[in-house]
């Protein structure tokens, strides 16, 4: 079934309609109002890689928390709530960790959640994350334990932050997956999409750059408490979710006010007036903490090895102008810094002051001549399909060229480049110098989430793959400091080496509120974008 769907718009906006519903044929869609038990979204991106642990990429985190399930989940006063576990023991020694998982938890193929499954895909995440390897570097072993519902992690030495690790929030998510699936080598793709969770996969509609699909999980038991952020019960109150793909900001604008669609993730802030002023949609800011937009650059390949080089990167960015062409609306972006966001407990501007203050384009000319820059173009990723992200390679781009840098800008889409970004290939072989990124503020609030100062090189580091010890000596004591004022000092200290190493910079903290139709109700607050609770 093949049905054109109509918008009551000028001629170019029924144009961009009749696109978009050429995009969707083959799938039943329905002209007029959307069917009442379907939910229809527009993400910030397409969905390409499905594996949420095998990359940091949103949309992979966004497909997880639809299918899988998690331990533990922070509430909205970021507090850890357990999701999974229905209790757990701390023995005497602070040494041994026993849960208990609750009634009623199976995965979509019908089997039930064992201890064994957990302990196989914390291992899992526990390679990929931050926050996971240095949880794993005071675990000693983990198993099921003497039952089929128990998962028991042995220490090597007390470690307090073992609950708020199993409940990280963003990505990575340490969601759990059938034991067959966690047992994939971490630098390689689950063959199957098989969770736990409330929503269940629809491989057979998936069509990557025009639309995935859910379909509600009818066995899922959920918990009892009120849904709050990703904790609490998660009641799907709808039979699908589909989330299709409109990469055209004006087409998803026109399809949200024609009820074509309910839900758009991050609608881009020009338009922002435009949905503000109609009484049958809803604009609000989900996310407390903010995003920050990040530059990247990779200390592998020359020259970007060079740590002036980056350091004359970072030099030659002021953060107004990034974020003037990135929101415009002040209102909706702050001049921030701090790596791990500001007006947070860990927030220090040290070692930003060029970013701040737009003043280090000398400093950058001076630093290239020093370190006998030849011209060698660099090599910035900019993907052209995602509003969020578009921008700032531009901005960056003509800043470092201002410096005297030259700059090959290769145009791409966003998910094409979370693919070539793991690379680790030299220039001549496709590899990459720097690209742009975003954070919610949960993934980069402090030293263990936060993955661009993640120390460890190539084996075990983020993109970019900065070898830095000292960075990680000092996160291992972030780990271990037992008070706040300690925390805050090591990671300022975190900070200072971050900016001299040159690891990666903060360009902007912004805010992107999310637009829906008045017709659904219960869409959540949340660092991430939850389709539970939500009814229509």
Not at 167 to 187: D, G, H, Y
Not at 193 to 212: L, M, R
Not at 298 to 321: E, F, G, H, Y
Not at 478 to 497: G, H
């Amino acid at each position: 079934m093949n049905d054109t769907i109509q918008f009551e718009r000028k001629p170019a906006g029924m144009l961009r309609a009749s696109l978009f519903s050429a995009a969707l044929a083959g799938f039943a869609v329905v002209a007029g109002a959307v069917d009442a038990q379907t939910l229809r979204a527009v993400k910030h991106s397409d969905l390409r890689v499905l594996d949420p642990i095998l990359t940091t990429a949103y949309m992979s985190r966004n497909h997880g928390y639809m299918i899988f399930d998690t331990l533990y989940a922070l509430d909205s006063d970021l507090v850890p709530q357990p999701q999974m576990v229905d209790s757990h023991t701390v023995s005497d020694d602070g040494l041994v960790y026993t849960f208990t998982l609750r009634d009623g938890l199976a995965f979509h193929d019908g089997a039930t959640v064992t201890g064994a499954d957990v302990a196989a895909s914390i291992a899992r995440w526990g390679e990929r994350d931050g926050m996971g390897q240095v949880l794993m570097s005071f675990v000693d072993s983990m198993s099921q334990g003497a039952s089929a519902n128990e998962f028991v992690i042995n220490l090597k030495e007390p470690y307090g932050l073992v609950i708020d690790s199993l409940a990280k929030p963003s990505s990575n998510v340490p969601f759990i997956m059938p034991q067959r699936l966690a047992e994939t080598p971490s630098t390689e793709p689950i063959p199957e999409q098989i969770g736990s969770g409330p929503f269940k996969w629809v491989a057979d509609e998936y069509q990557p750059g025009v639309i995935a699909v859910y379909e509600k999980n009818e066995d899922y038991v959920p918990r009892s408490e009120p849904a709050s952020w990703a904790a609490g019960g998660k009641v799907v109150n709808v039979d699908r979710v589909e989330w299709v793909v409109m990469p055209d900001d004006q087409t998803a604008l026109n399809a949200l006010q024609a009820g074509e669609i309910d839900y758009w993730e991050s609608p881009p802030s020009d338009l922002l007036p435009i949905l503000d002023a109609n009484p049958e949609v809803t604009v609000k800011n989900l996310n407390a903490l903010g995003m920050q937009t990040i530059m990247r650059p990779n200390t592998l390949n020359a020259p970007m090895d060079d740590v002036r080089i980056r350091q004359a990167a970072i030099a030659s960015v002021n953060q107004k102008d990034v974020l003037d062409a990135l929101v415009g609306n002040p209102e909706l972006y702050s001049l921030c810094g701090a790596m791990f966001v500001c007006n947070t407990p860990l927030a220090t501007d040290v070692g930003s002051e060029t970013l701040i203050k737009g003043n280090g384009m000398d400093k950058a000319k001076a630093l290239l001549e020093e370190a006998g820059y030849d011209g060698t173009p660099i090599v910035i990723m900019h993907p052209t399909d995602v509003g969020t992200l578009r921008t700032q390679p531009v901005v960056v781009a003509q800043a470092m060229r201002d410096a005297g840098f030259v700059v090959d800008l290769q145009a791409m889409d966003w998910q094409t480049l979370v693919g070539k970004r793991a690379s680790q290939a030299s220039i001549e072989d496709g590899g990459w110098h720097m690209f742009m990124t975003n954070w919610v503020g949960a993934d980069v609030f402090n030293p263990l989430v936060n993955n661009m100062v993640n120390g460890k090189g190539p084996d075990g580091g983020w993109f970019g793959w900065p070898d830095v010890p000292k960075l990680e000596e000092l996160r291992t004591s972030y780990a271990t400091a037992p008070t706040l004022e300690q925390q805050q000092e090591l990671a300022a200290e975190i900070q200072k080496i971050a900016f001299e190493e040159a690891v990666y910079a903060p360009i902007g903290q912004y805010f992107v509120p999310t637009a829906w139709s008045t017709s659904i109700e219960g869409v959540l607050d949340s660092p991430a974008p939850l389709f539970w609770n939500i009814s229509k």
